[in-house]
């Protein structure tokens, strides 16, 4: 490896943090010099992961601002990665998943002749609209990208349709099911994860657990306010249940959801958590209800059926499995989903099974022998 090789990776928002830091371990594991941006399009989410993976970023640029719009991340981005990318001008630039940040920062990368490579390549819905904008991102962020880090087979087959380079796409499994397994581990032998105010545990202790998320940005309006009205109706009609809501900071999830569902016994609604006391929190949930792509990803290693709140979902796999079903917004429909799982025995434990199609832990050690290999100028044999 030539020693001005440098790998410059960049994040802005809480999941990419999440996914990417088992990434950067494995490149530091590998002697590969590494340059962490972040762009903090989140800025309090993000900081909740990074002191997790001990992880502190080369260059912080700082772009969160109260209610942005994606204008305002997209061209904030471009111009403050022109900088630092210029500056270092490293041989390679390493984003993950579908966020305005992977998009802008590819196409930065793309605009400097920089080489890019994409984690968690190859993810559809073939829909624009849903989930929005992130389909448009992922496809424009393949089309940018030099090296795709496909997490299954499924994102490998999607990549082939659109004529993408075989020789350049690698099924590696999903690195976020690396730090979930890691962080599980930790929890498995006695880290412990609880922090729930005492007034909290009390609500939910005895009770049967039923975890929320939610954030996308198709669902704003009519959609969350259905998914609110569910969740009320759900702890009105099952006493033995509580849900917990760490509700996201997009202030469209926070309007509706705590006008709609504060001050509710049996439902605790939270800032967002710290990603070790959420992990805990899923372990101990019966059930999970959300519309978040790593959740879809992370329920099914840890047993935990998973509703997911979208009409389509570019993770199939869990769905084909039998792990995770699709509920969408409908008031009724998940209501009388979480009315089934909670009654019938069967039902839950068909879809409580372990099986998991995203990843065995080990994504992360591959992507960092691959981009060692690229770094040596060598084309990785195809795996
Ligand atoms: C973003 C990503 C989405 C990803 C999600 C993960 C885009 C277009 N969207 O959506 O793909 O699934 O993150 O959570 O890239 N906010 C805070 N503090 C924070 C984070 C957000 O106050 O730490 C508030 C701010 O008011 C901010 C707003 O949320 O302006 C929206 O943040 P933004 O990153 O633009 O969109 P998300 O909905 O978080
Ligand atoms: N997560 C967390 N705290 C929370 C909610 C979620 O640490 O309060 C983690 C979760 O385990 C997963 C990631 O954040 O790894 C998912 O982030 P999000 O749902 O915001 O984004 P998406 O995956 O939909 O892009």
């Known amino acids: 490896m030539s020693t001005t090789a440098r790998v410059f990776v960049v994040f802005g928002t809480r999941p990419e943090a999440i996914k990417l830091a088992p990434v950067v371990t494995a490149l530091r594991q590998q002697h590969v010099p590494v340059t962490v941006c972040v762009t903090a399009q989140h800025r309090h989410m993000l900081d909740q992961v990074l002191p997790v993976f001990d992880i502190t970023p080369d260059h912080d640029l700082n772009l969160m601002r109260p209610n942005q719009d994606l204008f305002d991340v997209t061209a904030g981005a471009l111009l403050a990665l022109r900088e630092v990318m210029a500056a270092e001008r490293p041989a390679l630039v ?14 930065a990368a793309f605009y400097l002749h920089i080489d890019v490579a994409h984690v968690e390549a190859g993810l559809r819905t073939r829909n624009k609209a849903a989930p929005f904008p992130e389909e448009i991102n992922r496809r424009l962020t393949s089309s940018l990208a030099d090296w795709h880090f496909a997490p299954t ?35 498995d032998h006695g880290h412990t994860g609880a922090t729930l105010p005492a007034a909290m545990e009390a609500e939910i202790q005895h009770r049967r657990l039923i975890l929320v998320t939610g954030h996308r940005r198709e669902s704003f309006g009519v959609g969350f306010e259905q998914i609110c009205r569910a969740l009320a109706a759900i702890v009105d009609t099952h006493p033995d249940v509580a849900v917990v809501y760490p509700v996201h900071l997009n202030p469209n999830v926070q309007e509706p959801v705590y006008r709609i569902l504060g001050n509710r016994p049996r439902l605790v609604l939270l800032p967002p958590l710290e990603y070790v006391p959420f992990v805990a929190l899923m372990q101990r949930a019966e059930l999970i209800l959300t519309d978040s792509g790593g959740i879809q990803e992370e329920a099914p290693s840890l047993r935990k059926p998973v509703l997911v709140m979208r009409d389509t979902t570019e993770r199939p796999e869990g769905v084909d499995a039998g792990v995770a079903r ?54 990785p044999a195809p795996h």
């Open 94 to 107: 390493i984003v993950q998943g579908d966020t305005t940040t992977t998009f802008a920062a590819a196409l």
């Open 153 to 187: 087979e499924w994102a490998r087959a999607n990549l082939a349709g659109e004529g993408v380079d075989p020789a350049r796409v690698f099924v590696t499994g999903n690195t976020g099911i690396d730090a979930l397994l890691t962080v599980a581990r930790s929890l």
């Open 326 to 379: 699709l509920v969408g917004t409908d008031e009724r429909r998940i209501t009388e989903t979480v009315a089934l799982l909670l009654r019938d025995r069967d039902t839950y434990a068909r879809m409580a099974t372990g099986a998991n199609p995203y990843g065995d832990g080990h994504a992360a050690g591959r992507i960092g022998a691959l981009v060692a290999q690229i770094l040596a100028g060598h084309t």
